[in-house]
């Protein structure tokens, strides 16, 4: 797949176009911002890594029984059996006509007694000709002559639902029909018959008319995959079953600059990708990448100004949002985009690949991630877990002064968290630690302990700047959440003693803290004492 050229890198674009375009039962703040997260601009953006979120896929098993499931590729496997052991076709590897009604009455695509309907007809070819794509059915000549197909070697096993072979041929397919639906995007508009002596001067300009057909087939294959990366983005991101989204919505994300309110012009372009995208979306459908609703045609007979005051102005109801389009990526659709991705040299996860170690590996891993779903990570590692042994293996993981060390600790109470009250007596034990104690008598006294003893001061400095560095670390220095913490600070009123302790913290991120203290408080006064506390800092070390 192609790198995206996407304009709206964060969310308040995405956002704001959503609205003009279409009403959107979808948190966008919640699915974008990878990009705006990493000071990149528009310039930025083609040289720039593509953080792909991890996604959370059933198993292969599951993953293959649906892509049997999808009728396309149901039919296919059917016209494979029924081709045993031998059946004639054409000099194309085309159905003979005498066969072409029998395949679609096989397939249920028309009665079982009286006419065949042409477009019964013409599906039953469309899923013999995807047979042949597959192999599934394999082409061949008798001695005498005649042109036969028999059933290809995957058949077999596809047919008995070995996940490897389904899911191999259902991605095949996929991206069979990936590739038809941009061919199709792409053809040019029908032409009136030329007159007499044109002919030369037509003759001139096939070349041209190839580079204009070549340039519209690359770049509705462009707009397809930017397209079908950002449903991937949304899936991953949004709260099971929230993930259909508004044709409207994709095609903003996909024109909007991030910021920007939809120009008149823009909302034109909306339209224009929604249209581009409507067949083409239509087409992945078929093979269970996408559950679909098209744009309605009757949108097109309306007149231009009522049309217009709909996109621009008005805001829709449910229903008549869905007449623009509704898409929602399928697990199948997950599987063969992540697999396009890999493909193409990207790291795309799976939710849980960093939880299959041991504590100290999903802790590192985590820290070490710039695409992870850290919450999905310590959740899918704890489950089932005993809560003790987990408790202290996480605890001696988290330990250590080393520049991920602030990081591991705040993971470490996370996880504690999702192991309940049951860690408790693990957590007892570090108590008295230099580095685990604060962390460990918070955890305690928030899971309601009354025993707790209060760490001394020594302690309690230091739990400061752990906890302030692991912000830091996790956010890069998100100036809205830092302010909140620095409000909360414990200064009592004696800034300059305060500051004059904390300083002297021997922590590896003293002087990092100090100085964000000093550039994000609102107070001058407290700011001030901050940054010469930061100062002693640099210098001691």
Known sequence: ??????????????????????????????????????????????????LVPPVKLPAERELAEQAKAVPMFGYALALARWAAPHRAVDEFGDLVEEDRAPAARLLGLAPAEGEVPEEAEVEALRAWSLACDLDLVELGTTAEGEHVAVPGPDLEPAEQGDPETVLELWLTAAGIVRELAVEADSLPEEELPEEEGAGQ??????????????????????????????????????????????????AALLVVP??????????????????????????????????????DPELFDEEDGEESAVLGEEPLDEEESARFGLVRLTPLGQYGIRQWLLEDGYDAPLVGDLAQGDAAELLRGVCESANVLPEEELRVWTAGREP????????????????????????????????????????????????????????????????VPVPDRAMALWTVVDTFAAQLLDNGGDAELLRELITDLPVNGDPAGWFGELWRVDHPYTADVLEAIGELHPDRALAKEARKAAFKARSKN
């Open 1 to 50: 797949m192609a790198g995206r050229r996407r304009k709206n890198a964060g969310a308040s674009g995405g956002e704001g176009a959503a609205e003009a375009v279409l009403p959107a039962d979808l948190e966008l703040q919640d699915l974008y911002g990878a990009f705006a997260a990493h000071g990149l601009d528009d310039e930025d953006l083609d040289d720039a890594a593509v």
């Open 201 to 250: 001067a037509a003759a001139e300009e096939d070349e041209d008319g190839l580079n204009e057909v070549e340039e519209a087939r690359d770049e509705a294959a462009e707009l397809l995959d930017e397209a079908l990366q950002v449903l991937y983005e949304t899936t991953a991101f949004a709260e099971p079953g929230n993930e259909t989204v508004p044709l409207g919505v994709l």
């Open 258 to 295: 991030e910021g920007e309110e939809p120009s008149e012009e823009l909302l034109g372009d909306i339209t224009d990708v929604m249209v581009a995208l409507d067949p083409m979306l239509g087409d992945l459908a078929e093979l269970g990448l996408l559950d679909y609703r098209p744009i």
């Open 388 to 451: 003790v042994a987990a408790a202290r293996e996480l605890l001696a993981a988290a330990r250590g002064t080393d520049g991920y060390g602030p990081l591991r600790r705040m993971l470490c109470v996370s996880a504690l968290n999702l192991l309940g009250p049951d860690a408790a007596p693990a957590v007892r034990e570090v108590v008295d630690d230099p580095e685990l104690g604060g962390a460990a008598r918070a955890w305690l006294t928030a899971q309601g302990a009354t025993d």
